[in-house]
């Protein structure tokens, strides 16, 4: 004989049925939601890794309905800056901001963006590499299997170092300088009459400490941000080169994603640069007033600038050779424009 379900029974059987539905959802959801991973050298409080962690992230979320992710890793807790070079190159990260120097090496047409004190300040460097010259990398860049999402500012690169004052360029002399891998700023400092040495980040500051090395050169807010000023003494206002930071995303991994979705990653990251540069412009002063409180800190005179301007011009030449003649030649071109 056929009975009819009790109201319990059928209340039981909608409420499992409404739960599985619930479960399904929530598994189809979970199944939709991607993570992206993006590395960096820079300290948490860098202004590179603050935009990156404050806008990016969020952006990302908001762009995508929360269907991608970014977990974001800053201070070398993904390995150095080679390191998340290679694992983009190869397609096991997604993302990495790293300085265009540990770049240089895949796309040497980097090093025309890099020339020994070319960029008066950073509205001529930002018309440089956001116009065809930095079109121009963006292409090498893909060819060796970068996507270039945008560039943001690392900034002028001033000495320190734990012998004396620098106020020329005979102070220089012999100067044991921890530089980035670039074949670039190495001949620069060559040509200064000091002894540079390639070193990635992670080994700098050890290096500072244990005397291994007499002297570095970064952005103040790098140097405030990593402590360099516990290992070292005096500061000098240099400005030899302008650095930037490259934002690259893999090739493999960033072709993997949807157009909507590739799309949204980089509205995401032209927010982040736009932020990052304002950030870096207060950034510097504040670095630069919490330097001079613990550092001795020399103003090098406008002559000697131009004498070390005078004395690192050959080294452009060698670089057309590496880079190409028609890149360099207009990025000193449009270095020149008012």
């Given at each position: ?6 109201f319990t ?7 499992l ?9 929530f598994?189809?959801s ?17 202004p590179s ?5 404050q ?6 979320a908001?762009?995508?309905?929360n ?5 974001v890793f800053p201070?070398?807790q ?17 993302l990495?901001?790293?300085g ?6 895949i796309v ?9 004190f ?11 590499i956001?116009?065809?010259?930095g ?9 060796k299997g ?31 300088l ?5 074949e ?10 000091a ?13 500072l400490?244990?005397r ?14 990593s ?6 003494k ?7 080169f302008f650095?930037f930071i490259?934002?690259v ?5 960033f072709e993997k994603?949807?157009?909507e ?5 980089r ?8 932020f ?6 207060e950034?510097?002063?504040?670095a630069?007033?919490e330097?001079?409180?613990k ?8 002559s000697?600038l131009?004498e070390m ?17 028609d ?5 000193l071109?449009?270095a020149?424009?008012?």
């Amino acid at each position: 004989m056929n009975r009819k379900p009790t109201f319990t029974q059928m209340t039981r059987c909608f409420t499992l049925t409404a739960y599985a539905a619930a479960v399904m959802a929530f598994s189809t959801s979970v199944f939709a939601q991607q993570k992206l991973q993006i590395a960096g050298n820079f300290a948490g409080e860098h202004p590179s890794s603050v935009a990156v962690d404050q806008v990016f992230k969020k952006e990302v979320a908001r762009l995508t309905n929360n269907q991608l992710q970014v977990d974001v890793f800053p201070s070398m807790q993904l390995g150095g800056a080679k390191e998340n070079v290679d694992a983009v190159r190869s397609g096991t990260l997604a993302l990495t901001w790293v300085g265009g120097a540990f770049l240089s090496r895949i796309v040497p047409e980097l090093e025309a963006v890099s020339l020994p004190f070319v960029f008066r300040n950073r509205e001529t460097a930002f018309r440089v590499i956001d116009g065809p010259v930095g079109a121009a990398i963006d292409k090498k860049l893909q060819d060796k299997g970068f996507i270039a999402l945008g560039w943001m500012e690392l900034g002028s690169r001033n000495i320190t170092n734990s012998r004396g004052p620098i106020k020329n360029i005979a102070d220089l002399k012999g100067l044991k300088l921890r530089l980035q891998p670039s074949e670039t700023h190495l001949a620069s400092f060559r040509a200064l009459g000091a002894n540079p040495v390639a070193m990635d980040v992670k080994e700098l500051y050890s290096a500072l400490e244990q005397r291994v090395v007499d002297a570095q050169e970064n952005p103040y807010t790098v140097i405030s941000a990593s402590r360099y000023s516990e290992v070292q003494k005096h500061l000098s206002n240099s400005g030899h080169f302008f650095d930037f930071i490259a934002v690259v995303a893999s090739k493999k991994a960033f072709e993997k994603l949807t157009p909507e979705h590739q799309k949204a990653v980089r509205e995401a990251m032209m927010s982040t640069i736009t932020f990052q540069r304002k950030l870096a412009i207060e950034s510097e002063a504040k670095a630069l007033a919490e330097l001079k409180a613990k550092m001795i800190y020399t103003e090098i005179a406008p002559s000697a600038l131009e004498e070390m301007r005078k004395a690192t011009a050959p080294v452009i030449e060698d670089v057309k050779k590496r880079a190409g003649a028609d890149l360099v030649n207009q990025v000193l071109a449009e270095a020149v424009k008012n």
